[in-house]
């Protein structure tokens, strides 16, 4: 499965315009089966318009996204501010799948108290995980990263594919590719990271350095300081071997390590 990883400057509070710009950079990047775009790409975190947007423009977003996805013949994902069942906001990680099926979703199950996100949203219950080209994926967002017991879970049901969609401010830059090798590395499994670039109205810096890791923990794509979009090769075939010839999530004891 080819990928293309998304990261890209974001408008604060503005969707229309944010939508446009990823519509755009994923329009000049043909030939990939799955697009995936950082955290909050519509909004970003200007909390004051969240639940006008998540009521009144996240609904005709879902709408295009898909004719997107449909018309390009491939899957999109990322997250947009939205409403779960019972009208609260969550921060929703979207998969639309080409063949115009019901798109996919994870709510964001860890918030990040530093952005507020406490204070305006609910948190997710549940893991998801679904079948994109062949390869079995798990769905997760930003500060997860730092809950390694959720990718754990993930892997030893069968998650070949970790798609972790973001907006890491710096200073922690190092600490955003820290963790994304190691739960790719420690489970054996592919990661894709799509990042926000760039400044936020308030200041707040956002650090890039989205990429793709193989389940050996090697980077296979990087990206520079800005804009970019990055291609990388998604095989079960090298995950399954990885773990044939080095089986540690079959070598995990009961009692001790879950």
């Excluded at 996100?117 to 079948?131: D, M, P």
């Amino acid at each position: 499965m080819r990928v293309a990883v998304v990261q890209m400057q974001i408008v604060d509070g503005e969707p229309v315009a944010n939508c446009q710009h990823a519509t755009a950079l994923m329009l000049a990047h043909p030939g990939a089966e799955l697009y995936v775009l950082p955290e909050l790409w519509t909004t970003g975190y200007a909390h004051d318009c969240w639940r006008a947007v998540a009521e009144e423009t996240t609904p005709s977003l879902c709408t295009q996204l898909q004719e997107l996805a449909s018309n390009q013949r491939a899957a999109i994902a990322g997250s947009m501010i939205s409403l779960n069942g019972e009208g609260q906001l969550v921060n929703r990680l979207w998969v639309f799948s080409p063949d115009g099926s019901d798109p996919v979703l994870y709510d964001k199950g860890h918030l990040f108290r530093p952005m507020q996100e406490h204070l305006h949203l609910a948190a997710g219950t549940r893991r998801v995980r679904l079948a994109l080209g062949g390869v079995e994926t798990a769905l997760s967002i930003c500060f997860d990263l730092r809950f390694p017991e959720l990718y754990r879970r993930d892997a030893a049901e069968g998650a070949e594919l970790f798609l972790v969609v973001s907006e890491w401010p710096h200073p922690r830059g190092e600490a955003l590719r820290l963790l994304a090798r190691a739960r790719a590395l420690e489970n054996q499994a592919y990661l894709v990271l799509a990042n926000r670039v760039g400044p936020a109205e308030d200041g707040t810096q956002f650090c890039g350095g989205s990429m793709v890791v193989g389940p050996d923990g090697s980077v296979l794509a990087d990206t520079a300081g800005g804009e970019a979009v990055i291609f990388a090769e998604i095989e079960a075939a090298a995950v399954r071997a990885q773990r044939a010839a080095f089986p540690v999530l079959g070598l995990r004891a009961e009692g001790l390590d879950f």
